[in-house]
């Protein structure tokens, strides 16, 4: 995927050396967008092998307006085992509050939280929020069903009101959908990129979040846009995308989703990857 890796080296060339909240240190540009024509394949990654069974199980758990990180570590997802609720467990470097974030399964009212359950006093994970607060995903689908050409399909992540319960603020902090000559976008919007790591899952995650959307409402896939804004690499990540740099990319793969009912009834093993070749993985360590 050319588009990722141009962005790389537009970081390499062009950014600037910053501090940040993990003492990591970053690259960092100021914006950046980033485009894919979905018709031309699904948009993994193939300079490095990607873990698609993560990829959408994490989607689902969004969908699902789902808060206990055990959903996912019981589906072989770790991408959430470090954090936790800040209210239960007070963020920490050290390695005894690490050691706490870890054990505690509360995530907060993150992402798919506030797609489906828009301001609700959150309580706890174990809690029923059925019917509850404003269904932001639901109003889409609706919207996209009965007025496909209206500006207003938006859903956001962004509560300030409950950012001291959630595990992250809301790196991708909104998204919105577009219909034109019947074919569905989708753009997203995102303040923080850890261009290695997250950056390449959000992709992903957003390409399939597209296609179920079109499937549901029957049209054609059309453009993926990322507005991205401080766009990093983490100088512990450096040398592992200078050797994707030297990898050339392979034909992207498709996906399809065979037996499709409703967005809401979804699981991440409905949806099929087909023809993925990629070069082996790359280990890049979290920054926490």
């Keep these: 995927m050319r588009a990722y890796l141009n962005l790389v080296r537009k970081i390499f060339e062009e950014g600037s050396r910053k501090e940040d909240r993990t003492g990591t240190g970053t690259i960092a540009i100021a914006g950046a967008i980033f485009e ?107 919207t996209l069903k009965t007025r496909p050409d209206d500006r207003r399909m938006i859903v956001n992540s962004w509560n300030p009101s409950q950012m001291h319960q959630m595990a992250l603020p809301p790196c991708h902090y909104s998204w919105q959908v577009t219909v034109t000559k019947g074919k569905l976008n989708l753009m997203w919007n995102q303040r923080s990129v850890d261009t290695a790591l997250g950056l390449p899952f959000n992709i992903a995650s957003y390409a399939v979040l597209l296609h179920l959307l079109a499937k549901e409402s029957k049209l054609r896939v059309g453009r993926l846009v990322g507005a991205l804004t401080d766009v990093h690499i983490y100088r512990t990540h450096i040398d592992g995308l200078v050797e994707q740099l030297k990898r050339q990319p392979l034909p992207l793969p498709e996906i399809e989703t065979p037996n499709f009912t409703s967005i809401f009834k979804w699981e991440y093993k409905d949806t099929e990857l087909w023809d993925y070749k990629s070069y082996d993985s790359i280990k890049f360590d979290i920054a926490v």
């Design 36 to 142: 894919h024509d979905m018709e031309e394949g699904f948009p993994l990654l193939t300079t490095k092998k990607m873990p698609f069974k993560c990829i959408v199980s994490e989607l689902e758990f969004f969908i699902r307006g789902l808060t206990d990180k055990k959903w996912l570590q019981d589906r072989g997802c770790h991408i959430w085992d470090e954090w936790c609720n800040p209210d239960i467990v007070p963020y920490g470097a050290d390695d005894e509050t690490k050691r706490k974030m870890a054990e505690e399964r509360d995530l907060g009212p993150i992402y798919g939280f506030q797609w489906r359950h828009w301001n609700v006093p959150y309580i706890d994970y174990k809690t029923d929020y059925s019917g509850k607060g404003v269904d932001q995903l639901a109003k889409v689908v609706d």
